[in-house]
């Protein structure tokens, strides 16, 4: 099963422990060794034991504690700080009803970005790029840099019963960094362009032009050799 598929009764605050080969597949493409990483939505500890291993610094908070060590309690979306400076954070985020939760954790995390953070990577939705009213934390933020997809589904359930889990979900993780070329900065506070009002310029395609028509248009012109 999935984070999001309907056919289980959801967790309390979203905690879903991220296995470990999907952290991994972040660090094999981003380098965040030496960094201090800041994992606010740490639940068990389960994306910090892989950054740590990686050899990375990381300051943990979540919104509850669930007896991993954090060093502070925080909700995430208030935009409160951790006790510890930080370069980068790093988190598989509580997705909440509709994705509106995962929504604020992209807003509160660029809000970092401009105050100095140089990464955010969440793990998201595979499709989570692809909704109209989500253009304003993708292809129209100048510090979207980067979608990382996992090329396998996580099981988020292990199962008990015997039966071989077969997740229908596929996710990604997405990287923002502030931009240096662009003198934009991101604006997660932009209101989102409503559903379906978003008019794509239609492309003509060109017209077939025969044989014909090009002799023609080269005799109209007076290329030598057209008459
Ligand atoms: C999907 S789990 C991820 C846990 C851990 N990051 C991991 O990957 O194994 C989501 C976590 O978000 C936490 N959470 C939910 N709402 C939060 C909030 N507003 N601020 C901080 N953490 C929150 C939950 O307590 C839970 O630990």
New binding site residues.
């Given amino acids: 099963m999935g984070k999001h598929e309907i056919s289980y009764v959801r967790v309390e ?6 296995p470990r080969w999907v952290t991994e597949a972040l660090l094999a493409h981003i380098n965040l060794n030496r960094l201090m990483i800041w ?6 500890g ?2 910090v034991k892989v950054l740590r291993d990686s050899g990375a610094r990381v300051v943990t ?4 504690d ?1 007896g991993f060590f954090l060093d502070a309690l ?4 208030s935009g409160q700080v951790p006790p510890a400076p930080f370069t980068a954070i790093v ?4 997705f909440g009803h509709r994705n509106t ?1 995962a929504e604020t954790f992209i807003v509160a995390g660029l809000k970092h970005l401009t105050h100095g953070a140089s990464l955010l990577a969440l793990l998201l939705p595979a499709d989570f790029d692809s909704a109209n009213g989500r253009r304003r934390f993708f292809g129209e933020c100048p510090a979207f840099t980067a979608k990382i997809q996992l090329t396998r589904r996580a099981v988020w359930f292990p199962r008990t019963d015997g039966v071989r889990a077969a997740p229908k979900e596929n996710h990604a993780w997405y990287v923002w960094e502030p931009s240096r070329l662009r003198v934009k900065r991101p604006n997660p506070e932009a209101p989102p362009r409503p559903e379906g009002g978003l008019v794509l310029k239609k492309s003509t395609p060109p017209r077939h032009r025969s044989a014909r028509d090009i002799l023609g248009s080269a005799a109209r012109s007076g290329e030598p050799g057209t008459t």
Avoid at 13 to 18: I, S
Avoid at 61 to 64: F, H, Y
């Fill in positions: 605050r979203d905690l879903y422990p991220t994992e606010p939505a740490a639940g068990k389960d994306i908070s979540d919104i509850a669930y925080i909700d995430f979306t988190t598989n985020p509580p939760l």
